[in-house]
């Protein structure tokens, strides 16, 4: 990892995610407190989530953009986007409308869906494909070590002058990641416009991913889980409130402790990919989630809290494993189709099962809901972990080579 940082252009990139990431984790999180504080409801949190994940299901109609462009250039553009779009927070005061947020979290989301395609292809360009996973390692380390705090200090800003003070502080962030961004010198080569029609050129990303064996089970199983999973963004607020008697706040505290799980899982996911392979790697954090999702059930502050710490350390290992595994498996010219065809496949169950549980948590008991979601997750990386077999007489996914298209034809691997 630490090679990787003595390159400029990499600690530029890697110095303005690391601000992008500190407002990112303050800010989301108190979106869905400040609904909840506004309105005393669960739903209304659950829906503010909502707001955020549900641009993931127009990513394919746009994905095709990503790969028209440099990467550095529009990543840049987008950051300065968000830091415009977060502007309104900072004048409608405490009793403002309460609609204007959420459509600042749905354009937050906008941003999300454009940035994680447009990083993925700008981190194939800059990192040899065996660093791949230490990239992501490293960042996600970050990102999950920046949990201890982002949300303790955004909710400690929320709580002693409003949301307003820390849609600023994600404003600064984003144009200190832009800032870097305008730095940096990626050797890019032109993008080359592809000779079809632009309905094909759309949905070349969905082509290639149904057409790979390995990744698109991958991508289903994980569909399949986060159609289940999505309840416990609104049970959360449950959990706090009416299993331990706390305020809605203490998400943040809880939030942090799980970000200390997550540091471990994010330090130890290289070593843990090297034995286990990318795919060993994704069920087990998928496990791991499970347990600790199971853990929100007891009522009990120390079963939580240890539950977190077990949800945190197998967060990491899922997202490294699965971005990794979509990068050595992705040809570079598709990143960003490919990348937005993922996030509308396992967008749309996420989408519907957290609109589900913010309509649910009114009706259902939240415990419910989290063994429901438990079980989803403990069932996905099983499956996984099964399917592993399968490929023990193939070479694991670091070892293949993903060819590069030739420009104007199509990249469909063996079905």
Same mark, same amino acid.
């Given at each position: 990892m630490l %090679?990787?940082?003595?390159d400029r252009?990499?600690a530029? +990139?890697?110095g303005?995610? &690391?601000?992008s ?7 989301i999180?108190? *979106?869905?407190?400040?609904a909840?504080?506004?309105t005393g %409801? ?7 989530i909502?707001?955020i994940v549900?641009?993931?299901l127009g990513?394919?109609?746009v994905?095709?953009?990503?790969d028209?462009?440099?990467r550095?250039?529009?990543?840049l553009w987008?950051? *300065?986007? @968000? ?8 004048f409608?005061g405490?009793?403002?409308p309460l609609w204007?947020i959420?459509v600042v979290?749905?354009?937050y989301?906008?941003?999300s869906?454009?940035?994680?395609a447009?990083?993925?292809g700008l981190?194939? &360009?800059?990192?040899?494909?065996e660093?791949l996973g230490e990239?992501? %390692?490293?960042?996600q ?9 982002a949300?303790l200090i955004?909710?400690g800003?929320y709580a002693?002058?409003?949301?307003a003070a820390v849609a600023l502080?994600?404003?600064? %962030?984003?144009?200190v !990641?832009?800032a870097?961004?305008?730095l940096l010198?990626?050797?890019?080569d032109?993008?080359?416009r592809?000779?079809?029609r632009?309905r ?5 990303g969905i ?13 289903l ?10 309840p416990?963004?609104t049970a ?6 009416e299993?331990?008697?706390?305020p809605?706040?203490f998400t943040?505290v809880?939030l ?5 799980g997550?540091l471990?899982?994010?330090l130890t ?12 790697l994704?069920?087990?954090?998928l496990? +791991?989630?499970?347990v ?6 007891s009522g009990?502050?120390?079963? &939580?809290v240890v539950?977190s710490?077990?949800?945190g +350390?197998g967060?990491?290992w ?7 595994f979509?990068q050595?498996?992705t040809?570079?010219? *598709?990143m960003g ?6 996030d509308l496949?396992?967008?749309?169950p996420?989408?519907?099962?957290i609109?589900?549980? !913010?309509l649910?948590?009114?009706v &259902?008991?939240?415990?419910?809901l989290?063994?429901v979601? !438990?079980?989803?997750?403990?069932? @996905?990386g !099983?499956s ?6 399968l490929?023990a007489?193939?070479p694991?996914a ?7 298209p030739?420009a ?8």
């Amino acid at each position: 990892m630490l %090679s990787l940082l003595r390159d400029r252009n990499f600690a530029l +990139l890697f110095g303005g995610q &690391v601000a992008s990431m500190f407002g990112d984790s303050a800010l989301i999180i108190v *979106l869905a407190i400040w609904a909840k504080d506004r309105t005393g %409801s669960n739903a209304a949190a659950g829906l503010m989530i909502l707001a955020i994940v549900a641009p993931a299901l127009g990513g394919p109609f746009v994905g095709f953009l990503v790969d028209r462009v440099r990467r550095r250039p529009f990543l840049l553009w987008t950051n *300065l986007a @968000a830091a415009i779009g977060l502007l309104p927070l900072l004048f409608i005061g405490s009793d403002g409308p309460l609609w204007v947020i959420y459509v600042v979290a749905f354009g937050y989301g906008c941003f999300s869906v454009l940035h994680r395609a447009g990083l993925a292809g700008l981190l194939q &360009v800059m990192v040899a494909r065996e660093q791949l996973g230490e990239a992501n %390692s490293l960042l996600q380390t970050v990102r999950m070590g920046l949990r201890l705090v982002a949300p303790l200090i955004g909710a400690g800003l929320y709580a002693g002058f409003g949301g307003a003070a820390v849609a600023l502080l994600d404003i600064v %962030s984003f144009l200190v !990641a832009a800032a870097t961004l305008g730095l940096l010198r990626a050797a890019e080569d032109k993008p080359v416009r592809e000779e079809q029609r632009l309905r094909a050129e759309m949905s070349a990303g969905i082509e290639f991913l149904m057409g790979a064996r390995d990744l698109r089970r991958v991508v289903l199983t994980l569909g399949v889980a986060l159609l289940l999973i999505g309840p416990i963004e609104t049970a959360y607020f449950a959990v706090v409130e009416e299993g331990l008697g706390r305020p809605p706040s203490f998400t943040g505290v809880l939030l942090s402790i799980e970000g200390a799980g997550a540091l471990v899982g994010a330090l130890t996911a290289p070593r843990v990919m090297r034995r286990l392979g990318e795919m060993g790697l994704i069920a087990t954090g998928l496990l +791991l989630i499970g347990v600790g999702v199971l853990s929100l059930v007891s009522g009990s502050l120390v079963v &939580v809290v240890v539950g977190s710490v077990v949800f945190g +350390l197998g967060l990491p290992w899922l997202m490294i494993g699965f971005s990794t595994f979509l990068q050595r498996n992705t040809p570079r010219p *598709l990143m960003g189709r490919v990348s937005t065809a993922v996030d509308l496949v396992m967008g749309l169950p996420n989408t519907l099962s957290i609109a589900a549980g !913010a309509l649910l948590i009114a009706v &259902v008991d939240y415990r419910i809901l989290l063994v429901v979601a !438990a079980a989803g997750l403990l069932g @996905a990386g !099983a499956s996984l972990l099964r399917d592993r077999r399968l490929d023990a007489s193939r070479p694991a996914a670091s070892d293949v080579v993903v060819e590069e298209p030739v420009a104007g034809t199509a990249v469909l691997p063996d079905r």
